[in-house]
C-alpha cells in the first residue's frame, strides 16, 4: 500500500472514484500525463495478475478517441495500464458509423462516463486538408471533407489552429449525435470533451473551449479549469 505522500506527490486518482465520476476520471488523466513529462511515469495495472483478472471484463474509466498516429498512444501519454482506456483511433481523428457504435458501446455496455477526443500538434490529416488537395486518393477523400470545416476557418498555414478547431468540432459532433451520446450528454450522465497533445513536450492540454458551460450533472465537479 503506497503513502499519501507517494500518492500525493504522483498525482494518483482512485481508480474506482475515476470510473463512478468523469470528472475525477479527468483529474486521473491530468495526473498521469503530468507523470509522463516528467518521466515519472508508474505503468500501472501490468502484473500478470490484473491481466488474468482482466479476462473476465472490463470496466475502463474513459474513452480516448484519438488520432492513429505512432507517436500518439493514449494509454502511454496518460501513464494508464490494461482495462484503464477504451480507445478509437483513426487518422485525424476522423469519426463514423462505426466510432460512434464504439463511443455508444463503451458508454450503455461498459458504463464509461467520459470521452476525451485527442487531436495532436503536427497531424498529418489536419495538414493535408490545410492544403486542400483537389483529388486526394483512395479513401483518403474521406477525411479530408472530414477535417475541411476546421481547415478553412483556420487559414492557410495555420496548423496548430486547425487541429484545435477540429477537435473542438468533433466535441461538438459527439455532443449532437443522435440519440445515445446527444441525450446522455444533456442529462450531464456522459462528460465528452476536447484536448491536444503536444509531441515536442509530451504535455496534454484539454481545451477551454470544451470545459465551458457543461450541462447540469449529478456527479461531484471538482475544480476542472486547470486540467
Known amino acids: 500500500m503506497k503513502s499519501a505522500k507517494w500518492r500525493k506527490t504522483n498525482h494518483i486518482v482512485n481508480r474506482d472514484s ?11 488523466l491530468k495526473g498521469g500525463n503530468t507523470r509522463f513529462q ?59 458509423e462505426a466510432t460512434y457504435a464504439t463511443i455508444e458501446y463503451s458508454y450503455l455496455n461498459l458504463g464509461t462516463k467520459l470521452v476525451v ?10 495538414g493535408a486538408a ?4 483537389e483529388n486526394p486518393p483512395g479513401h483518403i477523400v474521406t477525411l479530408i471533407n472530414s477535417i475541411k470545416p476546421a481547415a478553412l ?22 455532443r449532437q449525435l443522435e440519440s445515445v451520446l446527444s441525450r ?6 456522459l462528460l465528452i470533451v476536447g484536448a491536444v497533445y503536444n509531441l515536442g513536450t509530451g504535455k496534454v492540454e484539454f481545451l477551454e473551449e470544451t470545459m465551458q458551460n457543461l450541462p447540469a450533472t449529478r456527479y461531484a465537479k471538482n475544480d476542472i479549469t486547470g486540467l
Do not use: W
Open 130 to 133: 490545410l492544403k486542400r488537395p
Open 18 to 28: 475515476a470510473f463512478a465520476n468523469p470528472y475525477y476520471a479527468l483529474q486521473k
Open 38 to 96: 516528467m518521466s515519472h511515469s508508474i505503468h500501472p495495472r501490468q502484473d500478470p495478475a490484473l491481466i488474468k483478472s482482466l479476462s473476465e471484463g472490463q470496466a475502463p474509466f474513459a474513452t480516448i478517441v484519438g488520432c492513429s498516429d505512432s507517436r500518439v498512444s493514449g494509454e502511454i501519454l496518460f501513464d494508464q495500464g490494461f482495462g484503464d482506456l477504451f480507445v478509437a483511433r483513426t487518422a485525424g481523428q476522423v469519426m463514423a
Open 184 to 189: 446522455a450528454y444533456q442529462r450531464g450522465d
Open 153 to 174: 476557418a483556420a487559414g492557410t498555414n495555420n496548423l496548430d489552429q486547425a487541429v484545435k478547431l477540429n477537435v473542438i468540432n468533433q466535441v461538438n459532433e459527439l
Open 117 to 126: 477526443v485527442l487531436g495532436h500538434s503536427g497531424c498529418g490529416a489536419v
